[in-house]
């Protein structure tokens, strides 16, 4: 099993649309979650940083975390087609910065 | 904003030759910084956690030997694939946290594209 699970999708949705990501987690000693945005042959680019349970919110994105269920989530309001990449959820431990990944969700926002 | 460089960005390098890449943090100090690798649409894959001034950390099942990591400097940290095959092909992408502690934000690099023919 994974230590993070995520869905790849791809995910197709129309523009407007609240685009709903998902991921879970299987090691207890996660304490931060964190959600990137990677374009095609780029690198990742953060988007959300949630420590402990709890939502947090961005602009059009809002990040939860349910540790009790170990379960993340990434809400995207009003999606364009700018957003139209691959998502991608990580957790992390004791030891900052050094990340698990999930697998990516693909996504495309059609106009 | 801090900003993470890698060079090069793509190499195509020949069977049995060894290839550098460079991760340098432009405006920070980063004593850790970290290697991953991912392959076409999969996932980002934790290689190793470089320290600087230290030797590196690797994750079960990365060959030490193959993939040399230095970490010279607080802003320079380096991966050299050692006799590359065609299966080492890969992307190659590093991260440096600003900061020791949770709540300070992990900058990745853009990326190294490594092809080997």
């Known amino acids: 099993q994974k230590e993070v699970e995520q869905d790849p999708g791809p995910l197709s949705v129309p523009e407007g649309a609240i685009v709903s990501l998902n991921c879970t987690y299987s090691n207890s000693a996660f304490q931060y979650f964190m959600w990137y945005r990677q374009y095609s042959r780029k690198g990742p680019e953060l988007l959300m940083y949630t420590y402990s349970s709890g939502n947090k919110e961005d602009g059009r994105f809002t990040a939860q975390v349910d540790k009790s269920s170990k379960y993340i989530s990434l809400f995207i309001r009003d999606s364009q087609p700018s957003d139209s990449a691959t998502y991608l959820c990580s957790a992390g431990g004791t030891s900052y910065g050094k990340l698990t990944f999930g697998q990516g969700t693909i996504l495309t926002v059609h106009p | 904003g801090a900003v993470v460089s890698q060079h090069p960005s793509r190499v195509i390098c020949k069977s049995g030759t060894s290839v550098k890449i460079e991760c340098r943090s432009l405006?920070?100090?980063?004593?850790?910084m970290f290697w991953y690798r991912q392959f076409p649409k999969q996932s980002l894959m934790l290689m190793a956690t470089?320290?600087?001034?230290?030797?590196?950390?690797?994750e079960q099942g990365v060959e030490k030997d193959k993939f040399l990591i230095n970490h010279a400097s607080l802003t320079l940290s380096t991966l050299t694939v050692t006799s590359a095959h065609p299966e080492d092909s890969s992307f190659y992408i590093c991260s440096a946290r600003q900061g020791e502690t949770s709540g300070n934000t992990i900058y990745f690099g853009e990326g190294s594209w490594l092809t080997v023919v």
């Open positions: 470089s320290n600087e001034g230290s030797k590196a950390t690797y």
């Open positions: 405006d920070f100090q980063a004593t850790t």
